[in-house]
């Protein structure tokens, strides 16, 4: 296929490959809100990715404008699970004005020290945009001073459609049902809710702390389709699922993880009910429905009074990104048994902040960043749980040193 990025305006396209890391550098990433935030980054850190490197002054209104324009794009693209990074890469000299790339972009932005060697080593000009394939080939070098490239974002895509499926992200990919019984195939079912197919190689399912359980192989799941184990078959898992409170753990190759409580096994009618759960790990009873969309929540009763736990809420941690300290609010709208934990980002117990009773009503835990052993954790991303009455809902916390 053959892609005309150019008029008038514009410099011809150079249309060449050349070994991973010829074209590379490794500068800071200085913007707080990207994910690499401190980190030294360069052409070859983003391993099978789209990488866009955008070459430009803090201090010129053009080369900002044209920076925001490709950080939209960039973020429509990793909003539908595309791997793809844009880095900015501006001059030291104008390095007092990096706000203005930072303060409303996400992307990673990065400063060329004097005698500017990676401008220099790209043959970079103001306002030069470069694209790299996933395996590290420059598929285009344009000055942008005119304006992005209508087409540029189906010349990205193309480059994707030749690499087969994206991974699968946590959140968007995650547990949606459970089911256990004595006297059935117990099974866990995995949902892609994202509009586009994505691979689930190399993720890890398992139980607890219990690591590598079970590593998915190629792998691809459907748009808007579910990925089906039942237990003890040679293409699932092995390991045995306890409806007595058992966490099971989707983590992805980066280490991101989601998880979900098992509560006890209920029967009604003789129908074995299954646990279904939404992308936050909210779960409620259900008629089981492998492999489809999860039926509505049932409601148990015994002696008139209810069995199933009710509604808990688990806001935002605040501040995130944090240091010192934390808070973190939750609220029950009846009285129970709370578990409250933090995690690291491969799943592992690191901190109990609440096991106990509460009362109805909202509470407040505050986090210090220590572990169970009064131990300063490290800078990271981390993941705080609340369990209730066989229920669990986790969310994602930063802390930076």
């Keep these: 296929m053959k892609f005309n990025f150019f008029n008038i305006y514009f410099l011809p396209i150079i249309c060449i490959s050349f070994l991973k890391g010829q074209y590379d550098y490794s500068l800071e990433d200085l913007n707080s809100s990207s994910s690499t935030y401190g980190q030294n980054i360069g052409a070859t850190f983003f391993q099978d990715h789209v990488t866009l490197h955008y070459f430009g002054h803090f201090t010129w209104g053009t080369c900002t404008s044209r920076f925001g324009q490709l950080n939209t794009l960039y973020e429509n693209l990793k909003d539908q699970n595309y791997n793809i990074e844009l880095i900015g890469i501006a001059k030291s000299s104008q ?210 009074k209810d069995l199933v736990p009710k509604t808990i809420f688990l806001n935002q941690n605040y501040p995130n990104s944090f240091n010192p300290n934390t808070s973190i609010n939750y609220e029950l709208s009846i009285s129970g048994n709370v578990i409250l934990s933090v995690y690291d980002s491969r799943g592992r117990f690191v901190k109990s902040l609440f096991s106990g009773f509460k009362e109805q009503g909202a509470h407040t835990v505050t986090w210090n960043g220590k572990d169970d052993n009064g131990i300063k954790l490290s800078s990271g991303i981390y993941f705080y749980v609340l369990g209730f009455n066989g229920l669990s809902i986790s969310k994602k916390l930063v802390m930076m040193q």
């Design 95 to 304: 390095s007092s004005a990096s706000g203005n790339w930072t303060n409303s972009n996400n992307s990673p932005v990065c400063v060329d020290e004097s005698p500017f060697d990676v401008w220099s080593d790209w043959g970079a000009s103001q306002r030069d945009l470069f694209v790299l394939d996933t395996e590290g080939n420059l598929v285009l070098h344009q000055n942008i001073t005119s304006g992005v490239p209508d087409n540029l974002e189906n010349l990205i895509l193309s480059l994707f459609e030749a690499t087969g499926p994206n991974p699968c992200i946590i959140d968007s990919t995650y547990i949606s049902e459970v089911f256990t019984s004595d006297n059935s195939e117990n099974y866990i079912e995995i949902f892609n809710s994202s509009a586009h197919d994505c691979s689930l190689e190399g993720f890890n399912l398992y139980i607890d702390e219990e690591l590598n359980n079970f590593i998915f192989e190629e792998l691809v799941i459907l748009a808007g389709d579910f990925w089906l184990g039942y237990e003890g078959n040679a293409s699932s898992f092995v390991f045995n699922i306890d409806s007595s409170g058992d966490e099971i753990w989707l983590v992805d190759s980066e280490g991101n993880s989601s998880m979900v409580s098992v509560g006890p096994s209920y029967e009604i009618s003789d129908i074995q009910l299954s646990q279904s759960f939404q992308s936050d790990g909210i779960g409620c009873y259900t008629s089981p429905t492998p492999g489809d969309i999860n039926s509505e929540c049932v409601t148990l009763k015994s002696y008139n």
